[in-house]
């Protein structure tokens, strides 16, 4: 026992030392990489330093929760705002920690293999470090992981809060909220249910009240911020029509709106329309599907599986992710929590996603004029990702009615 407990600090400290040194590495490019992100962050933290009020006196096309992560930086130096720089080494370095902290919660999970999970979250990190440090995304991902925890250890008040929490802070925690609901539900745990149901709603609805009052109308302009955006560049259906523009097959081309590139093609209007079918026939076929396996992992085993429970955790985000009509780069971050606990045949397709994503994205740095290199990187990536998304879906549903053996995926 104590050699394990080594060997996890060991991965902690090692993980923690390699991200640190990519982050140094790749510092002196951030303006080139991330400059307009952190650029936009600063400027939100300068305006909160101001006294402005979000939404109200300047435009915020996030939760109102997303602020905490945004002015952390800002709080080593109350007296005097940090400039451009100064503020990039601190949000870089919040997001350090917090790297650290999901490390030490993904320890906590019980599981045969806890030394597997953590080689496998510092190999992910380490793929999506071009990335990772240089996105406020970590800050509700963790939050989610503080979820999954209150789930594993039957605390679902605990579950709840963090799940407001999260989508509070970046929205798509949402996706978890029915998923997780059914998890009481098939065991007929109503109390589990409502403690779930109570500690999300009432701690989304605390958090976004107080803006809502100071904002008034201009409060909901988050949410009509991305109702209106068309099909980003990156996104499944965009990759799409990427593909076929360098095939010849049809015209394409791309546009700088709401912070990032969309495409921009005679394809564009009829699959945006598509997209929420897509979206809400994908959430269906998760829930309904998770239903029924949690009640068959009730009766075989008589409680759900910590496998159905991640898989399904992770199959709600993949889900939302690959139908959506915008796939920025960060939504990756979201799967940290749950993919290191897969096998490593899931792991290692997560982590060619991850690799994929980082090179089109900032190395080729061509995707938005069509090149052809990083348009099929680009939907080798979505097709990796979606084909998970099935095979783990099949895979569950030829177990309906077969009592397994051992645990395939987990």
């Keep these: ?45 300068l305006y909160l330093q101001a006294g402005l009020t979000p939404y109200r006196d300047f435009l ?14 800002q709080l080593f130096s109350p007296q005097v705002p940090l400039n451009a720089v100064d503020y990039a080494v601190g949000f870089v370095l919040e997001n350090l920690i917090l790297t650290s902290l999901m490390g030490v919660g993904i320890a906590l999970i019980p599981h045969p293999r806890p030394q597997q999970t953590l080689i496998g979250y510092l190999l992910l990190t380490v793929l999506l470090a ?33 799940l407001g929490l999260g989508i509070a802070t970046k929205l798509y925690p949402v996706v978890l909220l029915p998923l997780w609901v059914l998890y009481f539900a098939a065991s007929r745990d109503w109390l589990g249910v409502g403690k779930l149901s109570l500690g999300a709603i009432s701690t989304t609805l605390v958090s976004f009240i ?33 593909l076929g523009h360098v095939l010849g097959l049809t015209e394409a081309s791309s546009q700088m709106n709401f912070g990032a590139q969309h495409i921009v093609s005679p394809l564009a209007a009829p699959l945006l329309t598509l997209q929420p079918v897509l979206f809400v026939g994908m959430m269906l076929i998760i829930y309904g599907l998770s239903g029924l396996v949690f009640r068959q992992d009730i009766r075989q085993h008589e409680s759900i599986r910590l496998q159905s429970l991640v898989v399904f955790s992770l199959l709600s985000l993949l889900g939302f992710i690959v139908t959506n009509k915008v796939f920025s780069p960060q939504y990756l971050i979201w799967l940290l929590p749950f993919v290191p606990l897969l096998r490593w045949p899931a792991v290692t397709v ?61």
Excluded: C
């Design 350 to 410: 997560v982590g060619v996603s991850f690799a994929l994503t980082t090179t089109v994205s900032f190395v080729t740095r061509q995707l938005r004029l069509m090149y052809l290199p990083s348009v099929v990187m680009l939907n080798v990536r979505n097709v990796l990702l979606l084909g998970l998304v099935l095979f783990l879906l099949f895979s569950f549903y030829k177990k309906l009615k077969i009592t397994p053996k051992k645990d395939a995926i987990i």
């Design 210 to 242: 107080p803006f809502w009052l100071l904002a008034g109308d201009s409060f909901i302009s988050f949410l009509t911020y991305h109702k209106d955006r068309g099909l980003q560049i990156e996104s499944l259906l965009a990759g799409l029509i990427s």
């Design 1 to 45: 026992m104590k050699h394990r407990s080594l060997g996890i600090i060991a991965l902690l400290i090692l993980q923690f030392l390699l991200l640190t040194v990519i982050s140094l590495w790749i510092f002196p490019e951030y303006q080139s990489w991330h400059g307009f992100d952190l650029q936009h962050y600063h400027r939100i933290s």
């Design 130 to 162: 071009p990335l990772l440090p240089w996105r406020y995304d970590l800050f509700p991902t963790l939050l989610t992981l503080a979820g999954l925890l209150g789930m594993i250890f039957d605390f679902p008040l605990f579950a709840g809060v963090a």
């Design 60 to 73: 915020l096309e996030y939760p109102p929760l997303a602020l905490i992560p945004i002015l952390i930086p």
